[in-house]
C-alpha cells in the first residue's frame, strides 16, 4: 500500500476485467476510493470483494445511467478527482471493406461517444469538487491510433479519435481556469485475460502468443500492471503539469522499425 | 511521494546543479536512490549550488562534450557504487536567433552540448547499465530530457530545435537496439514545456535586451496566457516525470516520448 492517492475518489469504466480491473486493484493499493462500471455483475462482485471498491452496473454507452453514476459517488463520497475512461471493444470490427454497420456503430457507441460521456460526466463532477474544478481524466486509448490494423478499422478509427478528444478536453478546461487534466495514453498489447483465452482456444497457442509478443522489440506483451501503474501516476499530483499529452506504453512497438 | 520506490538504484545526472536537474536529483534521491550529478561547475561552486542536497549527493565536475570526461565520469560512478541504473542526460542550453544570423561556432556548439552530449553518456554508460539492469524490476532507464522544441518548431528557435529533435530520435533509436537485443535497459525522452529555470529566465532576459518586451515579466505573462494550463511549470514537475521513467512503474516504457507541458503542444 501506498498514500500517493490517499484521499482521491476515481471512476474506472469496463472496471471488469482487463486493464480495467487492474486499475481498480492499483488505485485502491495507491490509497484512492474507488468506483467501477461494467456489465458483468458476478466479475463486479468479486473484484469489489477484493479490492474494496465499489461496482455500479453501468456500460458507458447508456446515456440516461450517466446521471446515477454521478450520483452514486457523488452522494458517497461528494467528490470525484480521478477518471479512467477505459471501456471499449472490437466486437464486429472488420476491414473498411467488410464491416456492416452495426458493427461500426456498435463500436463507435462504446470506443468514441462512450469515451466522450465520460469525459463530459467527469468535468462536470469535477467542476463541483468541494476544493474547486480539479482532477485527472485518462482516456485508454491504444498504439493502434498511430498504427492502424486493417482488420479493425472502427477500432482503429475510435482510438485515433479519442486521443483528439483528450486534448480537446484537455484545451477546454484549460481555457475554463479548471485544474482538470485529460490525457490519452496508448499501450501496446496487453496480456489481459481476453488475450489469453484467445491464445489458449487457438489451434496453434505458442505461434499465437509469440505472434503477439513478438509485437514489441521487447518480445514480450505488456502487463496488466504495467498499464495501471501509468494511469496511478496520471491521476496522481506528480503529473501535475501534464496535460493534453498522448504517452505512449507499448514496449517500443511503435517507436520505430524493428530492423532485420 | 513514494518513498523507496528507487531504493537500491545508482542515479547519474548531468547539469544536476540547477533547474530540472537539480530537481530530478532531489526527487530521486527523496526516491531511495544513490544519485550522482555532473556540471561544470567547481567542486566548491556545486557545494554551495547543490544546497541541502549537498551531503547527500555525488559530485562529478564534467563536461558532457568532452569524452575524457565522460570516461572519468563512468570510472567515478563504478568506483564509488559499482553500477548505473538510472542515466538522466539533462545537460543543454539554448540558442535563439534568425537563421541567416545563426553563427556555425554557435550551432555547432549546441550540437555538441545537446546532441554530442546525449550520444557519448549513452555510449560510455551502456555497458554498465545493461550489467546492473539486470538487478532491477524494470530493468535500468535512460531518460534524456528533450523539450517541446523537439516536437514542433518555433520561429528563431531552428538550431534548438534541432537538436532536441535529434534527442527525440536518437532515444527511440537506441530503445529499438535495446530492446531487440535483449539488453535490459530502457530509453525515454520527456519533453518539458516552459519551465521555471534559470535557462528560461537568462533566455528571457536576453528577448528583452532584443527589445521583443519589455520585461521579463511580460513574456512570462505571454507564456502563461499560450498555455491551456496557464501557468509555467516547475522543475519538480518535470522531475516527478523523469523519476516515473526512471522506476519500476514504467516497465514497460521504452521508446516513449512523456510530453510535461500544460497542453501547450495539444493545441
Redesign the interface.
Given at each position: 500500500m501506498?498514500e500517493?492517492l490517499a484521499g482521491k475518489v476515481a471512476l474506472v469504466t469496463g472496471g471488469t476485467s482487463g486493464i480495467g480491473a487492474g486499475t481498480v486493484a492499483r488505485l485502491r493499493n495507491d490509497g484512492a476510493q474507488v468506483f467501477f462500471t461494467g456489465r458483468n455483475e458476478d466479475a463486479g462482485r468479486e473484484i469489489a470483494g477484493q479490492t474494496g471498491a465499489t461496482f455500479i452496473r453501468h456500460e458507458v454507452s447508456d446515456v440516461d445511467g450517466w446521471a446515477d453514476v454521478i450520483a452514486q459517488i457523488r452522494d458517497a463520497l461528494g467528490r470525484l478527482d480521478i477518471a479512467f475512461a477505459n471501456a471499449g471493444m472490437e466486437r464486429g470490427d472488420g476491414s473498411v471493406e467488410d464491416i456492416s454497420l452495426d458493427g461500426w456503430n456498435g463500436i463507435l457507441a462504446v470506443n468514441q461517444t462512450g469515451v466522450m460521456l465520460t469525459v463530459q460526466h467527469a468535468i462536470r463532477a469535477m467542476r463541483d469538487n468541494p476544493d474547486g474544478p480539479t482532477g485527472s481524466i485518462i482516456i485508454n486509448s491504444s498504439m493502434n491510433a498511430n498504427r492502424a490494423m486493417g482488420n479493425f478499422v472502427a477500432y482503429s478509427v475510435t482510438k485515433a479519435a479519442v486521443v483528439a478528444l483528450?486534448?480537446s478536453a484537455?484545451?477546454h478546461?484549460?481555457?475554463q481556469?479548471y485544474?482538470i487534466?485529460v490525457n490519452a495514453i496508448l499501450p501496446?498489447v496487453v496480456e489481459t485475460a481476453l488475450i489469453s483465452n484467445l491464445i489458449a482456444s487457438n489451434e496453434n497457442p505458442d505461434a499465437m502468443r509469440a505472434g503477439y509478443a513478438g509485437m514489441?522489440?521487447?518480445?514480450r506483451m505488456?502487463?496488466v500492471e504495467?498499464?495501471a501503474?501509468?494511469v496511478?501516476?496520471l491521476g496522481s499530483d506528480?503529473?501535475?503539469?501534464?496535460?493534453?499529452?498522448?504517452?505512449?506504453?507499448?514496449?517500443?512497438s511503435?517507436?520505430?522499425?524493428?530492423?532485420l | 511521494m513514494s518513498a523507496g520506490r528507487l531504493a537500491g538504484r545508482v542515479a547519474f545526472v548531468t547539469g544536476g546543479l540547477r533547474g530540472i536537474g537539480h530537481a530530478a536529483a532531489a526527487r530521486m534521491l527523496d526516491e531511495g536512490a544513490t544519485v550522482i550529478v555532473s556540471d561544470l561547475d567547481s567542486e566548491s561552486d556545486a557545494h554551495d549550488l547543490l544546497g541541502d542536497l549537498a551531503d547527500r549527493v555525488g559530485y562529478v565536475q564534467a563536461n558532457v562534450t568532452d569524452e575524457g570526461d565522460w570516461a572519468r565520469a563512468l570510472d567515478h560512478v563504478q568506483q564509488a557504487h559499482g553500477a548505473c541504473h538510472i542515466l538522466v542526460n539533462n545537460a543543454g542550453i539554448d540558442l535563439t536567433g534568425t537563421v541567416e544570423t545563426l553563427e556555425l561556432e554557435d550551432w555547432r556548439r549546441i550540437m555538441a552540448i545537446n546532441v554530442d552530449g546525449v550520444f557519448m553518456g549513452t555510449k560510455r554508460f551502456v555497458p554498465l547499465m545493461a550489467e546492473s539492469g539486470s538487478e532491477v524490476e524494470g530493468g535500468a532507464s535512460i531518460v534524456n530530457v528533450s523539450s517541446i522544441m523537439g516536437l514542433v518548431g518555433y520561429a528563431e528557435v531552428s538550431a534548438y530545435n534541432a537538436s532536441k529533435g535529434a534527442v527525440r530520435l536518437f532515444t527511440k533509436g537506441i530503445a529499438i537496439e535495446f530492446a531487440t537485443k535483449g539488453m535490459p535497459i530502457r530509453a525515454n525522452s520527456v519533453h518539458p514545456g516552459f519551465v521555471e529555470t534559470p535557462l528560461l529566465k537568462a533566455g528571457f532576459q536576453r528577448w528583452v535586451d532584443k527589445g521583443v518586451a519589455e520585461k521579463p515579466q511580460d513574456l512570462v505573462d505571454a507564456m502563461n496566457a499560450a498555455t491551456p494550463m496557464g501557468r509555467l511549470a516547475q522543475p519538480r514537475e518535470i522531475a516527478a516525470g523523469i523519476a516515473f521513467l526512471a522506476g519500476p512503474d514504467a516497465s514497460y516504457m521504452t521508446g516513449s516520448e512523456m510530453v510535461i507541458d500544460g497542453g501547450w503542444t495539444a493545441q
Open positions: 501506498t500517493r483528450a486534448k484537455a484545451i478546461c484549460g481555457n481556469g485544474k487534466r501496446g514489441s522489440p521487447l518480445k505488456g502487463e504495467e498499464i501503474a501509468l496511478s501516476f506528480e503529473a501535475a503539469f501534464i496535460s493534453g499529452a498522448d504517452l505512449t506504453i507499448d514496449g517500443a511503435t517507436a520505430g522499425m524493428m530492423g | -
